[in-house]
């Protein structure tokens, strides 16, 4: 439990700084899960042609 309120407020803090350097946040943005890494390198892996 003290896991889940540490990784909460981390997110929270990470959201706000976004806020403050100008990025559009929404409250919702931190229940959303993270993509997995597969699916991270997949999106800016680039495919010779």
Do not use: C, I
Request: proline share 8%; hydrophobic share 30%.
């Amino acid at each position: 439990m003290r896991y889940t309120q540490n990784l909460h407020s981390r997110v929270r803090r990470h959201l706000a700084s976004l806020r403050l350097t100008g990025f559009d946040t929404q409250p919702a943005d931190a229940d959303k899960p993270s993509p997995t890494r597969e699916a991270v390198l997949a999106k800016y892996r680039t495919t010779p042609r």
